[in-house]
């Protein structure tokens, strides 16, 4: 089992920076690719960015240029650097995880409030 804690939301002006941390906890040498999604009220959850542990990246085109996911293997923890925040990137964030070899996510974490105000 694997563990996911997201810390790092809060509120901000438009224009604003914050970063999130997701820190994985217990049998993190079996995943491969981590990443953000997020959920808008009234919304679907989205992808926001991931990254394998390899260290490549996907980020969604409404993100691209304002926002950066990394990764530091070695204390298997997740940043999202979000830059330039707009309104509608107010939503509740989380973090998630793949194993090796699945299709699927295998782990979330309980999410982190993002608003940005206007």
């Known amino acids: 089992q694997v563990q996911l804690v997201e810390s790092g939301g809060g509120l901000v002006q438009a224009g604003g920076s914050l970063r999130l941390s997701c820190a994985a906890s217990?049998?993190?040498?079996?995943?491969?690719?981590m990443g953000w999604y997020r959920q808008a009220p009234g919304k679907a959850r989205e992808l926001v960015a991931s990254?394998?542990?390899?260290?490549?990246?996907n980020h969604a085109d409404s993100v691209k240029g304002r926002f950066t996911i990394s990764r530091v293997n070695a204390k298997s923890t997740v940043y999202l650097q979000m830059n330039s925040l707009k309104p509608e990137d107010t939503a509740v964030y989380y973090c998630?995880?793949?194993?090796?070899?699945?299709?699927?996510?295998?782990?979330w974490g309980k999410g982190t409030l993002v608003t940005v105000s206007s």
């Open positions: 998630a995880a793949r194993s090796y070899g699945s299709g699927d996510i295998d782990y």
């Open positions: 990254i394998t542990r390899a260290g490549s990246t």
């Open positions: 217990g049998s993190i040498f079996s995943l491969n690719a």
